[in-house]
């Protein structure tokens, strides 16, 4: 079956521009995290949704960091006005729900350079 | 507040011998699981085992097994008979199970893998 899969798989922005990224999570997954990976570093959490509605966005690093998942499935992680610190990876998991042990599948991961 | 540590930036292993990686964490929860991915340099996650906090025995699956010991607060890894797959970056991660809010990953800064020919 398809796993997670994230679009764009790469994504070049400069200083200052806004970027979008996408998540598609397993089909039937309730329960869907988004992480940043910064390089050599591992993951770090950023939000969490549970159907459509975010119920953790203590990860997100500034107001500059929105995300959204209006009809409980699609997820979409918006940058606004990028800096060059914000040049990570930014991966997407999805679990069937969210309590006691459930495991996270992770998409590829979108690699975001700011130049 | 949920911390992992893996102390080795860089571990070698000749092909066919066990490896152990190591992982120590630290939590306030009574109740928590711990995990292993691997990722390789495709970038993908990749989970490899779980350990409940109140598992009593050590969670095995296939070469690898979680070496828990919970009064140290470690979980370190082994995987028995290495091949060169098994060269990639490794995660020791955790969640907690008590109180509300979200189910997210702690993860720890990895451990570089390389099996050697």
């Known amino acids: 079956g398809a796993g997670v899969s994230q679009s764009p798989r790469y994504k070049v922005a400069k200083r200052g521009q806004d970027v979008a ?3 598609d999570p397993i089909s039937g997954h309730v329960s869907l995290f988004w992480y940043q990976q910064a390089l050599g570093q591992g ?3 950023l939000t969490y949704f549970q159907n459509e509605a975010q119920l953790d966005k203590s990860g997100l690093p500034s107001d500059r960091f929105f995300a959204e998942r209006p009809e409980g499935s699609v997820s979409t992680l918006k940058i606004q006005r990028t800096q060059q610190e914000d040049s990570a990876v930014y991966l997407c998991a999805s679990t069937i729900q969210g309590g006691s042990y459930n495991e996270q599948f992770f998409g590829p991961g979108t690699r975001l350079t700011v130049l | 507040a949920q911390k992992i540590t893996q102390t080795q930036p860089g571990m070698f292993v000749q092909e066919k011998e066990a490896v152990t990686l190591d992982c120590t964490y630290d939590t306030s929860d009574p109740s928590y699981g711990l995990f292993w991915y691997k990722q390789p340099s495709s970038g993908e996650m990749i989970f490899l085992i779980y350990q409940g906090s109140y ?3 050590n969670a095995t699956e296939g070469r690898y097994s ?4 919970k009064a140290r607060k470690s979980a370190n890894l082994v995987i028995s008979a290495s091949q060169l797959g098994d060269s990639a970056m490794y995660f020791c991660a955790m969640r907690g199970f008590s109180g509300a809010g979200s189910y997210q990953l702690t993860f720890g800064k990895g451990t570089k893998l390389s099996v050697i020919p």
């Open chain 2, 55 to 57: 598992d009593q025995q």
């Open chain 2, 66 to 69: 979680l070496n828990f010991q």
């Open chain 1, 21 to 23: 990224l996408r998540c």
């Open chain 1, 43 to 45: 993951p770090e959490f």
